[in-house]
């Protein structure tokens, strides 16, 4: 499998890059999960948080930061060291979430949201974008799909969390002391073991770009627009299954909050790892045929997304879990096949040197449309609106979403990648 390099131990550290960070993802996705997943019991320890809205607010703050702070982080990591810019995310994101666990009162666990929105703000950006300047070739989408799926098995370990908060012995106090501790410590082995790639002795060196004009360069690309609003779309639904699903389930079904954690995470993040895979591997082949072979996979996991959101809204009327869980599962498919793509997308559409600057304005658009689609899911759940019409406009947008990305146009960025 070409990566892009000539050299077998290049080819190595092409996955050694990719082993490394997928720790970091997981490490990245558990920590937003916990709070989903133990909302009841910090509901009940934390003073100041009674409405519904309230709770949206501490998710949507966080998001909000994030998506401020995205393009910043991606532009320092297209003007400097990517590998340094990961290892200090996840340095000071782990620190903020051990003080998480430490905090007594609602504005403090709003504060640490925010600096929480800041750190993490840094990592995905520059992580995709090193993972791409390793993987030129025809192992992309499978890198990109590898690395997603750390994102998926700590959601899944973020569901378990439920249990730990409801355990006399344990509490979502020690949750968030003891995986920011881990983080703490990865991030030494990290900084040491992980490298930036070194240049192409043909290539002409990357031009220093201003924010100005790298702004100006991507937001004057048409296809570049095209593909943040395709990737704004469907993760306004992601978000709201991701933060509210293990309390749509257990409102909805009677059941406890382990299990809602769990249910509401463990089978749909299965299905995403297996989607991220399967559509990485698909669009990798389908490239060697077509440059739009990653386009269309993306395209057929979005599809995908439709009913599954139409079939999540409806199952409360069932009565039955198990239909929640088969459409959730449905749409963790159409999501894995979406996710594996979009780095890859942009690196058709995008120079090297502006990828994770792109990538950073994407998240920019698409968390903060996502922090209001957190807060205004809070506000129709005091209002009483019926899931059902929720979700339907999830599934609207998703359909949206898959005309828009049969109309980008891909470019040859990468002259020299094979």
Known sequence: MDTGFATPALRRQAWLVVALLVPVALLNYLDRQMLASMKFSMMQDIPGIEAEANWGKVLALFKWTYAILSPIGGYLADRFSRRHVVAGSLFVWSLV??????VTTYDQLLATRAVMGISEALYIP??????????RGNTRSKAVGL?????????????????????????????????????IAYAVPLFLLLKNPPQQA???????????????????????????????????????????????????????????????????????????????????????????????????GMAAIVPAMFGVGYSPQTGQLGVAIAFLILFGLGYGFFD???????????????????????????????????????????????????FSIFAGAAVLAVVLVLFIRPRDTEPLST
């Open 147 to 183: 690395h997603q799926m750390g994102i998926y098995v700590g959601v899944i370990i973020g569901g378990f969390s439920g249990y730990a908060a409801s355990s006399p012995n344990l509490g979502w106090r020690w949750a968030f002391d003891v995986c920011g501790l881990i983080g």
């Open 202 to 300: 043909e290539a002409p060196a990357r031009p220093r770009t201003s924010p100005l004009a790298a702004l100006a360069e991507l937001l004057t690309n048409r296809s570049f627009i095209l593909l943040v609003f395709y990737f704004t779309l469907p993760a306004l639904a992601g978000w709201v299954v991701r933060d509210w699903m293990p309390a749509i389930l257990k409102a909805e079904f009677g059941i406890g909050q382990g299990k809602a954690g769990v249910s509401a995470t463990l089978y749909w993040q299965l299905a995403a790892i297996a989607g991220a895979i399967l559509g990485g591997f698909l669009a990798d082949r389908w490239m060697q045929k077509s440059p739009r072979g990653r386009i269309y996979i993306s395209a057929i």
């Open 340 to 390: 594996a793509n979009n780095m890859p997308i942009l690196c058709q559409i995008a120079r090297p040197e502006l990828r994770a600057t792109g990538y950073g304005l994407m998240n920019f658009v698409s968390i903060s449309c996502g922090g209001f689609a957190d807060y205004g899911f809070g506000v129709l759940r005091d209002h009483q609106v019926p899931l059902f019409g929720i």
């Open 97 to 102: 979430t051990w003080a998480t666990g430490h």
């Open 126 to 135: 520059a992580a995709l974008a090193l993972i791409a300047d390793f993987h």
